[in-house]
């Protein structure tokens, strides 16, 4: 399993943490080369003011547990 699969499988498992709260996340990029980690918080985590707790507590520490080569997770916002 390459990395951008590994990075979606952990993805998947935390989206049903998001979804209850009426959120969702989105990966946008995995480059193995850098260990960096783009995603898109959606939902009720776009303009959540925890959003930036949510990205750090839950999605980077887990994607980090998981996944050695991760060194990072950014959140973009991309356009509605």
Known sequence: MDFKE???KV?????????????DI?????????????????GHCKHCPMASFT??????????DEIKEVKEVVNVLLPE
């Open 26 to 42: 989105e990966l946008i990029s995995a480059d193995v080369s850098t260990g960096l980690v783009t995603v898109s918080l959606q």
């Open 6 to 8: 590994k990075v979606k």
């Open 55 to 64: 990205l750090e507590r839950l999605v980077e520490k887990k994607l980090k």
């Open 11 to 23: 993805i998947e498992e935390i989206r049903p943490q998001l979804q209850a709260d009426g959120g």
